[in-house]
């Protein structure tokens, strides 16, 4: 399947497929296991006719699916199709063999990045559940709250993580989830049978959930349906144009929408090839980049990369501890006529990074795009390099619809209108609407409603992003070079509405969340986490505090006063890494606050770190 637009995708007959002519009565295969009956057997040898499972099924069965870069272990789409309905069946049977038992439940799982972690992840859509990935990285006490939060009915772990899995399950769940651990797998299944394609026939329950951070002060569990899932694929399908000879490498982690959207199912759903080498390390992925063009390798290329800014920024400075030889290799490797697209996204891509990476590849220019947990990609540059402007995320994507609203005067923002009166340019929310929008906070029905806006023209609520945003015509660009989407004004990423959100190395903290951790510490009374501007993160999570004299004067390490080291040391159980302050500064007094008791976070990070 190449070369899809958006509506092939979406609206392909749902009648009953199949690769190959079958018996209206399926054999039970070599892998069902004695305990289903032969009804079950029947119901079980199938995939839900839905885009994705069309889409498995009509690629190339022989073509590599998902390469392992360290081992080398590769699975075909064909394998892939087997262990999917293999997982499923499993799946099914851990709560009772009901065909329905799982729709629209929450199926957690702990898996390493690899082939286990996608069947996994297709095994729940295809029983119409909702799949909830959680990171190996995060400390139990964060994975609890986000089992207690989702209800998961199911827990899945690969032997890897089968210790961290009772771990969360001894941390006192208020739903005791069924606990399943699967062994790795080594060989892709394979099967002779034919899949057959079944309408779910009802509507679906299932989709993904992911935990992201907002100015609220715990994650919020954002469900993408199985639709809105596909549209955010076949969107990005349109326009970045993945193909089966695409050879993603993938390095990102896969909690987020940008690794399992972008990396992951939209590869998929195109039959691309995708090469799993995490976690990150500038030197395996500068040597694998390079591999295709040393003597004597046989490694395929690379094609596809898609990274956040510090991923480039860390690359781009350790290329010059490589040899001469990785050097050149991987000179090549970034090469356009080699990588054929780089991008990058999740925060905002710095123009001298955009063009050392630039300088370094011979002419290959990163395309930017923004996007978020709740919506997918939401904007994005173009495939023309005259479409990947400096300093822009270009165009709202197909079947995106965006529009600015004026932060001082709360007008939507018209095209033409993007200049005020005195010719200044108008800064304006970013908010969104169309199939790709994610359906709700799971479990948090007033977070939902606060944050849709209602539309006077009756086509659906539009979805507030809490980023800012200017809007303007660049020459040369938006002439439909890149598509009929990236035409007209461009969107240039101005920043967000709440300085609570902090987005540092591509991952998004609350700062709420992480000063309730403070202020939980005994030795803490006040707490305030701001953002500070960092080269290689992007920004960096900083704490402003005010110690409890009394406890803090001797219950650091050895008896010592309480510092920073100790500060990280408590915080390592309770929060990801990313989201422990890396600077803490004491103040003497009080942190200054206003009438209402509200901290005025720019002033304070003037006034305390001098930036
Ligand atoms: P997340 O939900 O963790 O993917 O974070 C989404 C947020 O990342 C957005 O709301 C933006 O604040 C930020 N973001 C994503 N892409 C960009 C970009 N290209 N430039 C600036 N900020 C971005």
């Known amino acids: 399947m190449q070369r899809h637009t958006l509506m092939s995708v979406l609206s392909r007959g749902s009648t009953l497929l199949s690769r190959h002519a079958f018996p209206s009565i399926l054999k039970c295969n070599a892998h069902h296991r004695p305990l289903l009956t032969p009804i079950n057997c029947r119901s079980l040898s199938t995939l839900p006719n839905l885009p994705l499972f069309r889409a498995l099924q009509d690629h190339d069965q022989s073509s590599l699916a998902v390469v392992h870069s360290a081992s080398s272990r590769s699975f075909t789409y064909g394998n892939l199709v087997a262990d999917v309905v293999r997982a499923k069946e499993r799946l099914i049977e851990s709560v009772g063999g009901r065909q329905d038992g799982l729709a629209g439940e929450r199926i957690a799982f702990l898996a390493e990045n690899s082939y286990d972690y996608v069947v996994t992840l297709l095994s729940v859509l295809a029983s119409d559940a909702i799949a909830l990935p959680l ?19 199911v827990l899945v772990a690969t032997e890897k993580y089968a210790a961290k899995a009772h771990d969360i399950l001894k941390a006192g769940l208020e739903r005791q989830p069924i606990l399943d ?33 907002g100015t609220t002060n715990r994650p919020k569990g954002v469900l993408i349906p199985q639709l809105a899932l596909t549209a955010q694929a076949a969107s990005l399908l349109e326009a970045w144009k993945y193909s089966p000879e695409d050879r993603l490498l993938h390095l990102l982690p896969l909690h987020h929408i940008h690794g399992t959207v972008n990396a992951m199912v939209t590869p998929l759903l195109a039959g691309s090839s995708i090469e799993f080498m995490f976690p990150f390390n500038t030197d395996a992925v500068w040597k694998r980049l390079a591999a295709p063009f040393l003597s004597e390798s046989s490694a395929s290329k690379i094609t596809f990369l898609t990274a956040v800014p510090t991923i480039y920024n860390r690359l781009l400075s350790s290329f010059s501890g490589l040899s001469p030889e990785i050097q050149e290799g991987a000179r090549k490797g970034i090469a356009p006529e080699n990588l054929r697209l780089n991008i990058s996204g999740s925060a905002a891509l710095p123009t001298p990074t955009k063009q050392a990476w630039q300088d370094l590849s011979n002419g290959n220019v990163l395309l930017e795009r923004f996007g978020m947990t709740e919506v997918g990609m939401a904007i994005s540059c173009g495939l023309d390099f005259a479409d990947r402007v400096d300093g822009s995320v270009g165009w709202p994507l197909p079947s995106v619809e965006a529009r600015l609203v004026d932060t001082e005067t709360s007008e939507v923002i018209q095209p033409g209108e993007e200049l005020d009166t005195n010719g200044r340019e108008r800064e304006g929310e970013i908010q969104l609407r169309g199939p790709t929008i994610f359906r709700e906070y799971w479990a948090n029905e007033k977070a939902t409603q606060e944050a849709f806006v209602d539309s006077d023209d009756g086509r659906g609520k539009w979805f507030k992003t809490g980023d800012v945003a200017t809007r303007r015509v660049v020459d040369h ?85 309480w510092g920073a080291l100790d500060m990280r040391r408590a915080l390592k159980d309770r929060l990801a890494s990313y989201k422990i302050p890396q600077e803490m500064k004491v103040l003497d007094g009080p942190i200054p606050r206003n009438a209402m008791g509200k901290v005025n976070k720019k002033t304070l990070v003037k006034k305390v770190f001098d930036v």
């Open 135 to 153: 990171s190996p990285a995060f400390p139990v006490g964060e994975l609890k709250y986000i089992m207690d939060n989702s209800q998961a009915k």
């Open 181 to 213: 651990v699967k062994e790795k797998i080594k060989t892709g299944a394979s099967s002779s049978d034919p899949v057959n394609l079944q309408d779910i026939g009802q509507k679906s329950r299932g989709g993904m959930m992911l935990y992201t951070s």
């Open 477 to 561: 660009a938006g002439q439909g070079a890149s598509g009929d989407w990236a035409w007209g004004p461009m969107y240039f990423i101005q920043g967000r509405l709440s300085v609570d959100i902090i987005k540092t190395g591509g991952e998004k903290v609350s700062a709420l969340e992480v000063e309730r951790e403070l202020l939980s510490l005994p030795q803490v009374s006040e707490a305030a986490v701001v953002g500070l501007p960092s080269e290689q993160w992007g920004q960096k999570v900083a704490a402003v505090i005010v110690l409890d004299a009394a406890k803090a004067a001797n219950t650091g390490r050895n008896g010592k006063p």
